[in-house]
């Protein structure tokens, strides 16, 4: 038996004191009622009937049972010191409040430990207990019942407990409301993410991944309305929207700025599906064109559009709306559980960086420069016949050199993001240029960004292939020249990573590990990654996220459009 239920807790000091002066202030009143010493028997007998739930209060079956005991000692006691106090001259049964005040001993117990129901129980077999008493005590040739003052007094202290007891209920239910509105960040954040876990370990696929929940809603609305183009956009911050996915042979350049004044920015504010007569393309020839669009709104928030768009007049008459609308209900709330998750993974990753960050700078890199700080001082005291000594002392002072800037190219990376305004384009070319500066690379730069954006998870994660195809070709391949390629289309999108190094042969061991990460974040945001040998020598690594329209889209990796 394990020892929390071998051991019977001890009496609380408090309850018995209470108790105890409960029990001395109605033996006092009793006396003064009925001027008898014999009836303290009730007031003993009450003592016991007690005992059993002050020494075992967290008893399920003992505890209930003892405070049963006392309220029906105490309905028998207050009839008959009612009965004695009306024949030594006492009038009309008012004896009883000589004895009844004891019963806010049980209730109360029972309104602490939060058992309400059972405190009510107790008020109902009290009121039982002084009826059935009552009538079968006689006073003066009659039952007592029919004495106004007993009935009084036993109806006042029922009233009060009961009142006294809904007020510890509703006492009760107002501290859980203000306890539930206090801010519990780790519980409430553990609690969601279980049941998140669970949820999505439900969902058809398993998925909760915004791309192919939009994907798959395209698919559907494809079936029951013509799409010559289609897409599903979702906010970004700062007025702009970025294509999560889209449909149709041609690339297709969508207005993607709420601001301006087309059916996309009415349909978002209007929260309505909206038909236009015109392309909600900024690179549409020209021509019949219809288009819906139709926001995706979970509750009261608009989590994304769908854009559909035929090349013929009157193409999306109201039934066809209708049956468009009634399959976007339910996405909405699908994208909107995505996109949350991803914005919770999103700010886990960029905390879990922040913090390593903190860490690498006030651990290790201190030291060791503090290490390096030693080195100098035991150069400036060397004999002048230690020229061994000196040497190695000055290659350990290189070494520890080329250690903090590897660790200050380590806090730089993860502390690199992509800017909201200046794209991924921009903190890509950032970062080659300030590792191959470092590595005494040549960087050569090629960039193609449009102005629609991928969305802010599937930025950070090219970013890191990115910076880890760099990093690799800056430290193990023993290249002269870095070319990187960038080109976001979205929701296509092309980064490559090439050098004129060793290539990827058995010499270069230690990026192995890199490359396991590169193709676990491009199978995250379902990217292919690519790795090949560059000609006549080195290594291009590629990552590619969905497909371009263009046929060109493939560029050699060596030919650079900037040079630095």
């Not at 020229?387 to 000055?394: G, I, N, P």
């Not at 800056?474 to 090439?498: F, M």
Request: aromatic share 4%; glycine share 8%; proline share 5%.
């Amino acid at each position: 038996m394990p020892a929390s239920t071998a051991t019977a807790p001890h009496p609380h000091p408090l309850a018995a004191a209470a108790r105890l002066v409960m029990l001395a202030l109605i033996a006092v009143l009793t006396l003064f009622a009925t001027r008898d010493v014999g009836q303290l028997w009730w007031i003993a007998l009450l003592a016991v009937a007690g005992l059993p739930s002050l020494l075992a209060p967290q008893h399920r079956l003992i505890a209930p049972l003892s405070r049963v005991a006392e309220v029906v000692v105490l309905g028998l006691a207050a009839s008959h010191v009612a009965a004695v106090a009306s024949i030594g001259g006492t009038v009309d049964g008012l004896g009883a409040s000589a004895v009844l005040p004891y019963l806010a001993v049980p209730v109360t117990v029972t309104a602490l430990r939060r058992r309400f129901s059972e405190g009510t129980a107790l008020l109902a077999v009290t009121a039982a207990t002084l009826l059935v008493s009552g009538a079968l005590t006689q006073v003066d040739g009659g039952p007592q019942l029919g004495q106004l003052g007993y009935l009084a007094v036993c109806a006042q202290w029922l009233i009060l407990a009961a009142l006294g007891l809904y007020a510890a209920g509703t006492l009760h239910r107002v501290m859980a409301v203000r306890n539930e509105g206090k801010p519990q960040p780790y519980a409430e954040a553990t609690r969601l993410l279980t049941q998140l876990r669970t949820v999505a370990r439900q969902l058809p696929g398993a998925t909760l991944d915004p791309g192919g929940i939009s994907e798959h809603l395209l698919e559907e609305l494809r079936t029951v309305a013509r799409a010559d183009r289609g897409a599903v956009l979702s906010a970004s911050g700062g007025g702009r929207l970025v294509v999560l996915a889209q449909a149709g042979v041609d690339r297709v350049d969508w207005e993607t700025t709420l601001d301006a004044d087309s059916a996309i920015a009415d349909a978002w504010a209007s929260q309505q599906a909206t038909t236009a007569a015109r392309s909600q393309s900024r690179s549409h020839r020209g021509g019949d064109v219809s288009a819906l669009i139709v926001p995706l709104v979970a509750g009261v928030r608009t989590v994304g559009l769908v854009v559909l768009e035929a090349d013929a007049a009157h193409a999306y008459p109201p039934p066809v709306v209708s049956r468009v609308t009634a399959l976007t209900r339910p996405a909405a709330l699908r994208l909107e559980a995505a996109l949350l998750f991803d914005e919770v993974r999103s700010l886990a990753t960029n905390e879990e960086r922040q913090r390593l960050a903190r860490e690498i700078h006030d651990g290790v890199a201190q030291e060791l420069v503090m290490v390096g700080y030693g080195i100098d001082n035991a150069l400036a005291t060397v004999f002048d016949d230690a020229d061994e000594t000196a040497e190695a002392l000055r290659t350990l002072r290189a070494e520890v050199t080329r250690v903090i800037q590897e660790l200050r190219l380590s806090l730089f990376e993860l502390r690199s993001e992509v800017d909201r305004q200046g794209g991924l384009a921009a903190a890509i070319a950032e970062y080659a240029r300030t590792v191959g500066a470092s590595g005494g690379l040549r960087v050569h730069l090629s960039l193609d960004e449009s102005t629609a954006r991928l969305p802010a998870a599937t930025e950070a994660e090219l970013l890191r292939i990115a910076q880890e195809a760099v990093t690799n070709a800056r430290k193990h391949a023993g290249a002269s020249n870095l070319w990187v390629t960038c080109e976001v289309d979205p929701p296509y999108a092309q980064i490559e990573v090439s050098d004129d190094g060793q290539g990827m042969a058995d010499q270069r061991p230690d990026g192995r590990y890199g490359l396991a990460i590169m193709a676990e974040r491009a199978e995250r945001i379902r990217g292919r990654l690519e790795i090949r040998p560059r000609q006549p020598s080195g290594t291009t690594v590629a990552v590619v996220l969905g497909t371009s329209a263009r046929r060109d889209n493939v560029r050699d990796s060596a030919a650079p459009s900037e040079g630095e």
